[in-house]
């Protein structure tokens, strides 16, 4: 049996390598562990709940809530994830 995870990873990996390989082109990837030769790699440390929190609501102006807290703490205080979030929410309101 084929490990299809396996394989996709492979080809995530090799169309990484391709794009990077491009002089113009800067690449950000987020919550993925990659292991591409000359791939510099930065980290961004998790924000606090709170931090999550104040994140989350300036960029949307939605009510504070229990449910998108919830959701905020899912994403692991995940900067980028957090305003993508909001990005979205603000889309839907």
Do not use: W
Not at 13 to 39: K, Y
Not at 48 to 59: K, L, M, W
Not at 81 to 89: D, E, K, P, T, W
């Amino acid at each position: 049996m084929t490990d299809l995870l396996a394989t996709d990873s492979k080809e995530i990996v090799a169309a990484i390598e391709g794009i990077s390989q491009r002089r113009n082109v800067c690449l950000a990837i987020s919550r993925m562990v990659i292991d591409v030769p000359s791939f510099k790699t930065i980290e961004v440390p998790n924000l606090s709940a709170d931090r999550a929190q104040d994140a989350f609501y300036s960029v949307c102006s939605l009510e504070r809530s229990p449910t998108i807290n919830d959701l905020i703490e899912n994403l692991d205080f995940h900067p980028l994830s957090i305003v993508l979030l909001a990005g979205a929410a603000c889309e839907k309101s």
